[in-house]
Each structure stands twice: as structure tokens, then as C-alpha cells.
């Protein structure tokens, strides 16, 4: 089983909103993100959710995932990620580590990181696009106790760094894997792309 870790629990300072609530079309930007995953062929979806909890479980309704909520959300993204690999099930083969602030990143996308995965060559799944790394990343769930204990300041990185010759990096392509929208002026551009 694969289990999707949605990273949704930060007050979204730099974009001047709440970007999960942002809104794409006729869904917010968490709405998006769950639904993508969801029809991606996951076996468990965690939210965690931080800053505006019940905001955040009011947009997803009734959809099958379950929330984990990170009391810390202020600390950075590795605080969340480790809320959401603690909440994950011990059933899980891998963790898909994606960002609420990507809504483009497409099911297809997914999949396309779940099939190399499943080749069994790689530890560590990064798509890229343009010679530049994105997000989702899909890790091994051996690297389960890596992630727990890894630095606050270096994340993800630290634990990559760490497995080089185990990681593959495939190239995709959708930009939406290097898009995250952070800034007003990148919703300004979602908008109108």
C-alpha cells in the first residue's frame, strides 16, 4: 500500500491568504490536491492540517482520508511530514510526499512515480521537470525511521543526500511538479494560465 501524506497545516504568511481554501476553478486548492490523489490508485490518504484545522475538514467533507493534525505546524514542513509518516499506517510500502500548494499536479503524474517505484531500482521516486526537481517525492518506507529523525532545517534533503545512488529522479511532463504557489503573483499566474 502507498500511502499519500497531503502537507496542508501552514498559515500560508508569504501568499497574504489561506491558500488551501484558494480557489481553482470550482474547487479549492485542498480539494484539488485530495481528489488528484485519491483517483491516483493511493491506498491511504493523510491531510495534516495545522493552522485552520476544521477550515481545512469542513473543505474535504466527506472524503475518504484521514486527517493528522500537527500541533508544531509552525516549526516548518519537517514537522508535518513527520506528524504524517507518525499517522501513517504500518501496512505502507512507501509515502507519497505531496504539497496543497500544487492543485495542477495530475493523477497521471502519480501513477507514472508509483510504476518506477514499484520497479524496485530506487528507494526514493523525485519527478522533474526542465533538469529541476518537484514534488510529489515517494519514499521507501524503510526510510521510514530516517524521516522521523531528520533535521528540521534540511528536511527531505538530508534523507535524499543520504540515499544518492538509491534515488531516481524521472522526468515528466507537466511543470505543475515544480509549480508550488507561494506568492500572490503565482496565483495571479494560476489563474490565467
Same mark, same amino acid.
Given at each position: 500500500?502507498?500511502?499519500?501524506v497531503l502537507?496542508a497545516?501552514?498559515?500560508?504568511?508569504?501568499?497574504?491568504?489561506?491558500?488551501q481554501l484558494?480557489?481553482?476553478?470550482?474547487?479549492?486548492?485542498?480539494?484539488?490536491?485530495?481528489?488528484q490523489?485519491?483517483s491516483?490508485?493511493?491506498?491511504?490518504l !493523510? #491531510?495534516v492540517t495545522? &493552522?485552520?484545522?476544521?477550515?481545512v475538514?469542513?473543505a +474535504?467533507g *466527506?472524503?475518504?482520508v484521514?486527517f493528522?493534525?500537527?500541533a508544531?505546524?509552525?516549526?516548518?514542513m519537517?514537522?508535518?511530514?513527520?506528524?504524517?509518516?507518525?499517522?501513517?499506517?504500518e501496512?505502507?510500502?512507501?509515502?507519497?510526499?505531496?504539497?496543497?500548494?500544487?492543485?495542477?499536479?495530475?493523477?497521471e503524474?502519480?501513477?507514472?512515480?508509483?510504476?518506477?517505484?514499484?520497479q524496485?531500482?530506487?528507494? !526514493? #521516486?523525485i519527478?522533474? &521537470?526542465?533538469?529541476r526537481?518537484?514534488?510529489?517525492? +515517494?519514499? *521507501?518506507?524503510?526510510?521510514r525511521?530516517?524521516i522521523?529523525?531528520?533535521?528540521?532545517?534540511?528536511?527531505?534533503?538530508?534523507?535524499?543526500?543520504?540515499?544518492?545512488?538509491?534515488?531516481?529522479?524521472?522526468?515528466?511532463?507537466s511543470?505543475?511538479?515544480?509549480d508550488?504557489c507561494d506568492?500572490?503573483?503565482?496565483?495571479d499566474?494560476?489563474l490565467?494560465?
Amino acid at each position: 500500500m502507498i500511502t499519500a501524506v497531503l502537507l496542508a497545516a501552514g498559515e500560508s504568511r508569504r501568499m497574504g491568504d489561506f491558500k488551501q481554501l484558494l480557489r481553482l476553478g470550482e474547487k479549492t486548492f485542498v480539494e484539488h490536491c485530495v481528489d488528484q490523489l485519491l483517483s491516483s490508485g493511493i491506498g491511504e490518504l !493523510i #491531510v495534516v492540517t495545522g &493552522y485552520r484545522e476544521s477550515d481545512v475538514r469542513h473543505a +474535504l467533507g *466527506d472524503r475518504p482520508v484521514r486527517f493528522a493534525h500537527n500541533a508544531d505546524y509552525r516549526l516548518g514542513m519537517a514537522s508535518s511530514i513527520k506528524c504524517g509518516i507518525r499517522a501513517a499506517s504500518e501496512k505502507a510500502r512507501a509515502f507519497l510526499i505531496a504539497l496543497v500548494d500544487q492543485p495542477q499536479i495530475q493523477a497521471e503524474t502519480i501513477r507514472h512515480l508509483i510504476q518506477v517505484f514499484d520497479q524496485g531500482q530506487a528507494r !526514493i #521516486v523525485i519527478p522533474r &521537470y526542465d533538469g529541476r526537481n518537484g514534488h510529489p517525492i +515517494l519514499l *521507501d518506507e524503510k526510510l521510514r525511521d530516517e524521516i522521523l529523525n531528520m533535521s528540521a532545517e534540511d528536511g527531505l534533503r538530508q534523507v535524499v543526500r543520504a540515499h544518492e545512488s538509491e534515488t531516481q529522479r524521472i522526468d515528466v511532463s507537466s511543470r505543475a511538479v515544480i509549480d508550488d504557489c507561494d506568492l500572490p503573483e503565482d496565483y495571479d499566474r494560476l489563474l490565467s494560465s
